[in-house]
């Protein structure tokens, strides 16, 4: 469902700061600064993370995921309570920002109105002015990561270069091969079409084997196209794998049997391994070393305003 591209573009989730009403006794789970943390806040943000998880994975690694973030669970809450402090504090106006992300969004989804995307978040349960605002506050997490880490990374070339050279495994561009074909399929008792084979056979002559397939090979489409199609290692049947191995450009091989029927092909071309050169992969290698650098840097500012600032856990949240 298109909608599924807006929701879990949404990482940031927001917290609620306000008071619980006086007729309800809250548990306290901890204190930042003057702030209580209580088990209805807890349980609204496990709810909303679930969410997100639920909506990017699946299986064993999603079972996985919700495990892990249970037990940071307070911990999360409390950087995330720590960075909306600071969120605060910056005052910032990102309302042209969010306006922005929102007009992209209706157009990666083909959403001609507000009311068309207002309508799809609706079907998933999910208040627009809820969404949008969530939308605000993960834009102002941003600023403010930026603002005091991610303005402060520096990549410089001696580091690129070392991660070229460390990982020319991601840069490798896989050998490729481009085959052509004749096919002649199997009945369903296995009979091979001994007489149509040899007749083939006889009319293939250097030169005409795109005549001959066009007027003799049983794949779809090959009065048209003869092209079997471009394959890496390991995507064709063994056989025919094998036997494209041994052939050079324009050659073509024997008949060859596979499970669904009887080949001959033909090598149409043929790119060997190579690794691409870095001045075409070097934004990559700088967004991943960024990504990487600011991850950690994160982690030490978070860290520091756990030292500026008032945190006690009074209970573990189960």
Same mark, same amino acid.
């Given at each position: ?228 199609? +471009? ?8 056989? %025919?794998? @094998?036997?494209? #191995?041994? *052939? !050079? /450009?324009?050659? &073509? ?34 967004? +991943? ?8 840097? %994160?982690? @030490?500012?978070? #860290?520091? *305003? !756990? /030292?500026?600032? &008032? ?8």
């Amino acid at each position: 469902m298109k909608v599924k591209i807006i929701l879990t573009a949404i990482i940031f989730l927001t917290i609620n700061l306000g008071f619980a009403s006086a007729e309800v006794i809250e548990e306290i789970y901890a204190m930042v600064n003057d702030e209580a943390i209580t088990g209805t806040e807890l349980k609204e943000f496990e709810m909303g993370m679930t969410r997100s998880l639920q909506a990017q994975l699946e299986g064993e690694k999603l079972e996985q995921a919700l495990q892990n973030f249970k037990k940071e669970l307070l911990n999360q809450f409390i950087e995330q309570k720590l960075l909306l402090s600071k969120i605060k504090e910056k005052n910032y106006n990102v309302d042209s920002d969010v306006e922005t992300i929102i007009q992209e969004i209706k157009k990666q989804n083909n959403f001609a109105s507000d009311d068309d995307l207002k309508s799809a978040l609706q079907a998933e349960g999910i208040d627009f002015g809820v969404w949008k605002d969530q939308w605000k506050e993960r834009r102002k997490q941003e600023r403010l990561v930026w603002d005091e880490v991610g303005s402060k990374i520096k990549i410089d070339n001696p580091q690129i270069m070392e991660y070229y050279r460390r990982n020319a495994e991601q840069f490798t561009v896989p050998a490729e091969t481009t085959l052509n074909c004749i096919y002649l399929k199997k009945n369903d008792n296995g009979a091979k079409p001994q007489e149509k084979m040899d007749l083939i056979a006889s009319e293939l002559k250097p030169g005409l084997f795109a005549e001959v397939a066009q007027r003799h090979s049983e794949l779809p489409g090959a009065a048209d196209s003869i092209a079997l199609g +471009k394959f890496k290692k390991g995507e064709l049947d063994k056989n %025919l794998e @094998d036997a494209a #191995a041994k *052939l !050079k /450009k324009d050659e &073509y091989s024997g008949w060859i049997e596979t499970d669904n029927g009887w080949y001959i092909i033909q090598l149409a071309d043929f790119s060997a391994d190579r690794i691409r050169e870095v001045k075409d992969v070097r934004e990559d290698i700088i967004q +991943k070393l960024r990504e990487d650098q600011q991850q950690v840097k %994160l982690k @030490d500012y978070i #860290a520091q *305003l !756990k /030292k500026e600032s &008032y945190v006690k856990i009074l209970k573990e949240y189960q």
